[in-house]
């Protein structure tokens, strides 16, 4: 394998993670083993790749390997994105292989993992719109719950970077959000001042 080649298996790959393609395998089987879900291809791609813990073209290989070998099975039937489950086999090399994984690897790919599934969660309780107006951007700001809505707010925003910035922020904790205004509009300083100093310390 030449210079070029060897780059492109092993780019994007934090110090301590996986280059070896046997340990990929048994880390995807340790991953649906301990998620205990069925998991899509991107799925399990987001968590790998968040924590550099093996490239993309490795990945992409061992789960072809491991739909031949019978160690995950595809349940999409073909309608949409591939969605994997663990076979028996894949259980049973999940638990008996997975001290292979270094530890820091394991304990990383499941805080990766709990990451990405609160998120969805958060996206899906909390939605944000973004739309185009003719002077600027529109951004909808919604926190549901039962019965009616904790927040409904629309914002002027200039840029549709600002619109992004605020996203982000929104929906890495959106009660933040209901604190802050609640406390504004109530007058209450000191919630506010504590919002700023939390804030601040992130």
Sequence with gaps: MNRLQNNAF?????????????????????ILEKIKRHMT??????????????????YAEAISE??????????????????????????????????????????????????????????????????????GY??????SDIGSDLLNLSLFVPTEKECEQIKKRFLCDPTIFYRGIIALVTGDEHTVHTILQETLEE
């Design 10 to 30: 092993t780019a994007g790959i934090d110090p301590g993670g996986l280059t070896n393609d046997y340990e990929i395998k048994i880390l995807v089987c340790y």
């Design 41 to 58: 291809f991107s799925e399990i791609n987001y968590i790998l790749q968040s924590e550099g813990l093996a490239n993309y073209f490795e």
């Design 66 to 135: 491991l739909l031949s070998s019978g160690h995950i099975v595809d349940i999409s039937q073909g309608e949409g994105e591939q969605r994997f489950r663990l076979s028996d086999l894949g259980v049973k090399t999940a638990r008996t292989f997975e001290k292979n994984i270094p530890l820091s690897v394991r304990e990383k790919s499941m805080r990766a993992a709990e990451e990405y599934y609160l998120r969805q969660r958060i996206e899906k309780e909390n939605q944000v719109k973004i739309e185009k107006v003719s002077d």
């Design 138 to 143: 529109r951004l909808s700001l919604c926190i």
